[in-house]
């Protein structure tokens, strides 16, 4: 008898399901069984499926109540193999797979669907043509041959399993969905808005602030339109190069106060507003549609929604259902943790492994107890500022910590030089693009942003000023890719470990990103999931990067309402 099989949905709506060896081939016959829920749940002792997409499979079996242990996403695996052979963009579908195995043309994937409101679809329209399960079966056995020629293949089949549990995951939180209170949203809107005027206009604080705008400039300035308001300052003998809100706070003039008000509630109206709130809050639920793995560094999305940039101020509407609470936990730290475990850097090992303040307490060592010049160089180091300051810093960082800086110099050196960079479980940054503006598209990340802050809360790499042309530009982000992939390997761990940890609970994971994961639960389960994730960080970090002295602590608050765990 054998725990795991493999199951492949077919054309007449039923199921083909199979017994697997040791290959990764069929230990018995192929099954066909109308009853896909039917077909799991009858099979308990099975701890694996191997299936060709979690998000194809996984939403019809939550649908009818059946949940599995574990599964392998053979179109995941195929994302993760192609860039580790720097093959990066090449079709990733199943159905390509099998066309490279056999030789034969190899189809375009299928692009994806934006996500529908209020819909409890896949995230994806089917890739490629309809695959028998034994073809199926024949690419996952030649996936289990190509993880064994990988670099490191232990931690590549790891990365594999981890990305495959991520993708249940993000299946069961959409499932889930985020308890969202529309009562509360509706009165903080109103509160921030003012009054809704009929026909869809933007509501009365808005045009009270774009009134103010104009009056200050002497003349009607559109504050929605970049191009109105730079001409505007332009009257006035202000140069400004964009209206983004570092530049024209520096500003003085009268308009700036109303002019960054007005984009701060006008961001909200138009991310969050009442069209948002009727669109995808559905019986007290936000379902955004989580994307596991969704940009080169592992970290993750969403499919519409917005659901990765809640405000600050909108987290009030997110509330826990009666009787039951919120457990917000926060990773602190995580990225230079995780250069201490990469690295091997034995200062900083020791520092990472200590319960007090790491920022703090790498300042106690090479910056004279200014923690604030600690964490500047610490961050310095990882994203790329090696000039001014962040020059004199860094070399101070490099006297005490000198592995560390040297293994993120080493990625940085590489990527400059075009080779291929890999997070510590494998997962492969994309071949060098044309220039660094294409690298920076390729990589997920934006140019142009107001700030970090909303790239960073996408799931996206953020580097201020990434307009180089250059091989430098993919220098910066390879170095920073080492870590925050490598952050992302161990975040889709502790994930997986938490999951299995609240198994047998009623608890449910209701929203990750990044460093911060949310679970709901009955109150009476609070201490035991808030014991869960930390014990979950700890294992996650021994299993991602074996037997080291850092810690991965979390802070955690158990709350009614996601705005008072801040």
Known sequence: MTDRWALAPAEDGGVDVAPLGPDGLPAGPVRRESDPAGAVRSRPEVTRWVWRSTPEVYPRLLATGVRVERCYDIEDAET???????????????AAALARLRGGPVPPDAPQRAAEPGAQSPLFEPTGTHLPLTDLLAVY???LRRHERTARPDRMRLLTAAESAGM?????????????????????????????YAGGGEPRRLAELADEVSAAFGHRVRPDLPADVIKAFARAGIKVRSTRRWEIQTVDHPAVAPLLEYKKLYRIWVAHGWSWLQDWVRDGRFRPEFLAGGTVTGRWVTNGGGGLQIPKVIRRAVVADPGWRLVVADADQMEPRVLAAISRDPGLMEVAGRESDLYQSVSDRAFSGDRDQAKLAVLGAVYGQTSGDGLKNLAALRRRFPKAVAYVDEAARAGEEGRLVRTWLGRTCPPAAGSGEDAAEEAGI????????????????WVPGYASTNARARGRFTRNFVVQGSAADWALLMLAALRQACAD?????????HDEVIVHCPAEEADTVVAAIRASAELAGRLTFGETPVRFPFTTAVVECYADAK
Do not use: T, Y
């Open 505 to 513: 609970l009623k608890a449910e994971l209701v929203f990750f990103q």
């Open 141 to 143: 056995a030649e996936q």
């Open 168 to 196: 249940l995951v993000a299946a069961e939180m959409n499932h889930a969905g985020l308890p969202w209170s529309a009562e509360v949203h509706r009165e903080l809107l109103h509160g921030l808005l003012g009054e809704r």
């Open 80 to 94: 993760l193999l192609l860039g580790h052979e720097g093959r990066h963009g090449e079709p990733r579908s199943a």
């Open 446 to 461: 934006p140019l142009g942003e107001d700030d970090g802050e909303a790239a960073a809360a996408d799931g996206q790499a």
